[in-house]
């Protein structure tokens, strides 16, 4: 089991924007505004999409963002396109002794 | 241009020591603040993060597995190698190399997939 929650699966229809939820405790993504999310898709390396809870790096598109309220951080996608269906991951930085947890993966389809 | 390709055995038997390395390019390992690390995947699971070495030869583990995992690093050949001992069926995953240069695995590997089967 996954330290971090995220829900299995969500979907939507192209245009449309979807919301993907991590919750973890006060022990990680409540305590340090070091949370990323991470895009996979089948036979490519992942991609970091955000970092540090809603900062993109270069070359990601505009159209990802994200947020945090206590222990739960979020990634939005707006604007839904098709390339956009993958895996997504989140991750946070958990203090010393733990490091760093992930959470169980949340699958995008796009309708 | 930021590039990690990771390498090792495709099949390892139970019981023992898988080793891999990760190649990288782009960056320095000599750079204070930068860090390689290593995530996993096992088929249809998530991801679980292993290990991550830094610059100054910092080391750091997942709490689970701290027993069974060694990383070190090559600043030469611009390797990073992860030594996990004591294989089981259940570590059957694709292994991913990534570096760490903000607080995020920035760029990563394309992955190896390691099955573990006698």
């Known amino acids: 089991q996954s330290a971090l929650t995220q829900p299995a699966s969500v979907s939507g229809s192209p245009g449309q924007s979807i919301t993907i939820s991590c919750t973890g405790t006060s022990s990680d993504v409540g305590s340090y505004d070091l949370v990323s999310w991470y895009q996979l898709h089948p036979g490519k390396a992942p991609k970091l999409m955000i970092y540090e809870v809603s900062k993109r790096p270069s070359g990601v598109s505009y159209r990802f963002s994200g947020s945090k309220s206590g222990d739960t951080a979020s990634l939005t996608i707006s604007g839904l396109q098709a390339e956009d269906e993958a895996d997504y991951y989140c991750c946070s930085y958990a203090g010393s002794r733990t490091y760093v947890v992930f959470g169980g993966g949340t699958r995008l389809t796009v309708l | 241009q930021i590039t990690l390709r990771e390498s090792g055995p495709t099949l390892v038997k139970p019981t023992q020591t898988l080793t891999l390395t990760c190649t990288f390019s782009g960056f320095s390992l000599n750079t204070s603040g930068v860090g390689v690390g290593w995530i996993r995947q096992p088929p249809g699971k998530a991801l679980e993060w292993l290990a991550l070495?830094?610059?100054?030869?910092?080391?750091r583990y997942s709490p689970s597995l701290k027993s069974r995992l060694t990383i070190t690093k090559d600043t030469s050949k611009n390797q990073v190698v992860l030594t996990m001992t004591n294989m089981d069926p259940v570590d059957t995953a694709t292994y991913y190399c990534?570096?760490?240069?903000?607080?995020?695995?920035?760029?990563w590997g394309q992955g190896t997939l390691v099955t573990v089967s006698s």
């Open positions: 070495i830094y610059w100054n030869d910092d080391k």
């Open positions: 990534a570096n760490r240069l903000l607080v995020a695995f920035d760029c």
